[in-house]
T-cell receptor, first 114, second 116 residues
Framework: AQSVTQLGSHVSVSEGALVLLRCNYSSSVPPYLFWYVQYPNQGLQLLLKYTSAATLVKGINGFEAEFKKSETSFHLTKPSAHMSDAAEYFCAVSGRTNAGKSTFGDGTTLTVKP | DVKVTQSSRYLVKRTGEKVFLECVQDMDHENMFWYRQDPGLGLRLIYFSYDVKMKEKGDIPEGYSVSREKKERFSLILESASTNQTSMYLC???????????????FGPGTRLTVL
């Protein structure tokens, strides 16, 4: 069984400020973890993924995430927010034995203020 | 690049109509998925398919059926549309092989369905 909890359905930051989106997971098997981004009226696209090669994962658009097994967390960060980062972000977990299914969090909407 | 296309971006149907949502992927992926997305509820899995003619129920299959006659195409069917099926529907695909064995999913642009 697996689950994902995203803390905070809405996060607002000023342009240039640090972005921190929180994700905690639960998985009965070693997980693969993902962050996806969804811009308005579009599908989801992959930002980054954790596959056990390295605990600090770098993705597109300057985002990165750190896998912390002891805290069962996979928080997404970006040092300096840009207006174009405004979107909805989804954390997802996939086990390595469940035929490709992922469980998604409820999403966090990021607003970037000028 | 993987491309997942969905037959319509916006669709308006009447209660009781039979509705077909089509999804096509061009990367020979084994797995395909249908989700619905509602505000505050994230993505909920309706059905998925891991091979031609194979399907499994997801978390919310009631009121839906699917068809996968060809590897590249996965159809979602609303047998008798109801107003509570008004939602955004997202199709995705993935492959458990090669550099995509980590199950990352590739999404289509979505179909926003309104049932009146």
């Amino acid at each position: 069984a697996q689950s994902v909890t995203q803390l905070g359905s809405h996060v607002s930051v000023s342009e240039g400020a640090l972005v921190l989106l929180r994700c905690n997971y639960s998985s009965s098997v070693p997980p693969y973890l993902f962050w996806y981004v969804q811009y308005p009226n579009q599908g989801l696209q992959l930002l980054l993924k954790y596959t056990s090669a390295a605990t600090l994962v770098k993705g597109i658009n300057g985002f990165e995430a750190e896998f912390k097994k002891s805290e069962t967390s996979f928080h997404l960060t970006k040092p300096s927010a840009h207006m174009s980062d405004a979107a909805e972000y989804f954390c997802a977990v996939s086990g390595r034995t469940n035929a490709g299914k992922s469980t998604f969090g409820d999403g966090t909407t990021l607003t970037v203020k000028p | 690049d993987v491309k997942v296309t969905q037959s319509s971006r916006y669709l308006v149907k009447r209660t009781g109509e039979k509705v077909f949502l089509e999804c096509v992927q061009d990367m020979d992926h084994e797995n395909m998925f249908w989700y619905r997305q509602d505000p505050g509820l994230g993505l909920r899995l309706i059905y998925f398919s891991y091979d031609v003619k194979m399907k499994e129920k997801g978390d919310i299959p009631e009121g839906y059926s699917v068809s996968r006659e060809k590897k590249e195409r996965f159809s979602l069917i609303l047998e008798s549309a109801s107003t509570n099926q008004t939602s955004m529907y997202l199709c995705a695909s993935s492959s458990p092989h090669g550099d995509r064995l980590y199950n990352e999913q590739f999404f289509g642009p979505g179909t926003r369905l309104t049932v009146l």
